[in-house]
């Protein structure tokens, strides 16, 4: 047999190639190291997400959360580490104690009273049910509260308003999350009644005006009460301007020198009983009288004459 006549295959050695680990890039979100309790709360509670969902090792959460530090929280971070550095004190190096250094540094010792007071005194007023659940879901968690659902439910109910909580009281309900649903749904019945009411009203009022409007126009008018009008029977004071008394003008006789009150030409009224006695008159009467004797003289000299 020739060596050609069998077929050899090649074998052919194949190397496993070493892959190497990719590192997966955590983002934290920024921290600014704010006064704000609840900025800083919200932030712990997204980098604790982070950290669980890609399975950060404990050596390399303390360095991924401190370099999202930014601004005040930076500054922070760094004179602390040297203190310790020269007290030769141990650095932080787990996010436990990590995190325990934010909150002494972010949460005053009176927060955790105060916030128990607010979630005692939590109450729906002008929220939506869905808003006060939120608010009371999160007092709690902040305050770490774990309860049964039938003390949720009954802390729940108690801070409702008068008009949704008269409802679901009498309705059953499974658990919380089914009450909250029961509430929501009376909330809404509750107002599209109002609506109704309230579109209701605006249409009755704009008829009312109608019918007034009409009413008024066929309501035949009245005759205007009559004003008197009462005439100043105050004399207007007549001025006098300084100065000369050539100057003055009499608007009687325009004449000058005096005026209207001093017009020597105004005759003097004197009542005595039922007659009246005039200046005037007398003036006339003794005129009259001289003219009568002056034709009688003349008559009778002119009698004498032809005598």
Not at 274 to 294: F, I, M, V
Request: net charge neutral.
């Amino acid at each position: 047999m020739r060596a050609t006549d069998h077929y050899q295959p090649v074998l052919y050695h194949h190397h496993k190639r070493e892959r190497k680990s990719k590192e997966i890039r955590v983002d934290l979100p920024h921290f600014h190291g704010t006064d704000d309790i609840d900025t800083f709360l919200d932030w712990e509670m997204k980098v604790e997400q982070l950290f669980d969902c890609y399975k950060v090792s404990e050596e390399k959460k303390v360095s991924l959360a401190t370099l999202s530090f930014q601004g005040h929280a930076l500054h922070w971070w760094t004179a602390l580490v040297r203190d310790k550095r020269l007290h030769n004190e141990p650095t932080i190096v787990y996010w436990n104690d990590l995190k325990s250094a934010l909150r002494r540094r972010h949460i005053p010792s009176y927060y955790h009273s105060e916030l128990m007071d607010k979630l005692h005194k939590l109450n729906q007023k002008n929220m939506s049910i869905e808003e006060y659940r939120q608010k009371m879901e999160l007092y709690m968690m902040r305050e770490g509260i774990r309860e049964e659902e039938n003390v949720t439910a009954a802390r729940f109910l108690s801070g409702l308003s008068l008009e949704i909580r008269d409802r679901v009281e009498v309705i059953p309900y499974r658990d919380f999350h089914d009450l909250a649903q029961i509430c929501i749904k009376v909330e809404q019945q509750v107002l599209r009644k109002s609506i109704s009411r309230s579109s209701y009203s605006n249409s009755y009022s704009k008829t009312d005006y109608k019918r007034e409007g009409k009413f008024l126009k066929e309501k035949p008018r009245e005759n205007p009460p009559k004003v008197i009008v009462q005439e100043n029977t105050k004399k207007k004071e007549e001025f006098i301007p300084s100065g000369r008394t050539s100057d003055i003008k009499c608007f009687k006789c325009l004449g000058r020198g005096h005026i209207q009150s001093q017009c020597p030409s105004m005759r003097t009224i004197l009542m005595r009983g039922q007659d009246l006695y005039s200046s005037e008159e007398e003036k006339h009467d003794e005129n009259t009288s001289e003219e009568s004797d002056n034709e009688r003289g003349e008559d009778t000299y002119a009698h004498e004459r032809e005598l």
